[in-house]
T-cell receptor, first 115, second 112 residues
Framework: DSGVTQTPKHLITATGQRVTLRCSPRSGDLSVYWYQQSLDQGLQFLIHYYNGEERAKGNILERFSAQQFPDLHSELNLSSLELGDSALYFC??????????????FGSGTRLTVV | DAKTTQPPSMDCAEGRAANLPCNHSTISGNEYVYWYRQIHSQGPQYIIHGLKNNETNEMASLIITEDRKSSTLILPHATLRDTAVYYCIVRVATSSARQLTFGSGTQLTVLP
């Protein structure tokens, strides 16, 4: 157990629908990062939040949005889902903006399947 | 962040040392070398990082050349559970650092 909790572990939904993925960072970590990994693809950075504020955006689609709440958990919202959105979505946390002395701690991911 | 080059795949016999190379010829003086691994479909796992000196922890050793243009991750006694994609990432480690950027990594297969 890495200390980063992602729910749900698996999600199957239809095209056009909207889903919310949840991430609880490791205790004490203020930064949350979201990554997408499509089948046989690399890890693509989506967005970074630090203590409730958005700090950086990667190749995140306009249909996707995220937020970090006062208790530091984060949610990634995916809307108007398409087949190509099927992927593993990982959340990572760190104690600082830059990753702290031991880098990032990743969760076990949410596998999203759009049918 | 400096670009890294890793071989796409490597094999290693179980019980032997696995030596994974990484080239980072454009590394800057304030950039660290980080290694992560991703066992199939699991979240990436931090292994080790270093700046100039060689580093060792319970998982692995990191050897950085004197000119810092390349490094080698060493798994001293590889097991089947070490089969994974290994990522070498070069980046600064300050409060203003950006997110981790993952390349293609090296698929290490440990053979019985």
């Amino acid at each position: 157990d890495s200390g980063v909790t992602q729910t749900p572990k698996h999600l199957i939904t239809a095209t056009g629908q909207r889903v919310t993925l949840r991430c609880s960072p490791r205790s004490g970590d203020l930064s949350v990062y979201w990554y997408q990994q499509s089948l046989d693809q690399g890890l693509q950075f989506l967005i970074h939040y630090y203590n409730g504020e958005e700090r950086a955006k990667g190749n995140i689609l306009e249909r996707f949005s995220a937020q970090q709440f006062p208790d530091l958990h984060s949610e990634l919202n995916l809307s108007s889902l398409e087949l190509g959105d099927s992927a593993l979505y990982f959340c990572a946390s760190s104690e600082a903006v830059g990753g702290g002395p031991y880098g990032y701690t990743f969760g076990s991911g949410t596998r999203l399947t759009v049918v | 962040d400096a670009k890294t080059t890793q071989p796409p795949s490597m094999d290693c016999a179980e019980g032997r040392a696995a030596n994974l190379p990484c080239n980072h010829s454009t590394i800057s003086g304030n950039e660290y070398v980080y290694w992560y691994r991703q066992i199939h479909s699991q979240g990436p796992q931090y292994i080790i990082h270093g700046l100039k000196n060689n580093e060792t922890n319970e998982m692995a050793s990191l050897i950085i050349t004197e000119d810092r243009k390349s490094s080698t991750l060493i798994l001293p006694h590889a097991t089947l559970r070490d089969t994974a994609v290994y990522y070498c990432i070069v980046r600064v480690a300050t409060s203003s650092a950006r997110q981790l950027t993952f390349g293609s990594g090296t698929q290490l297969t440990v053979l019985p």
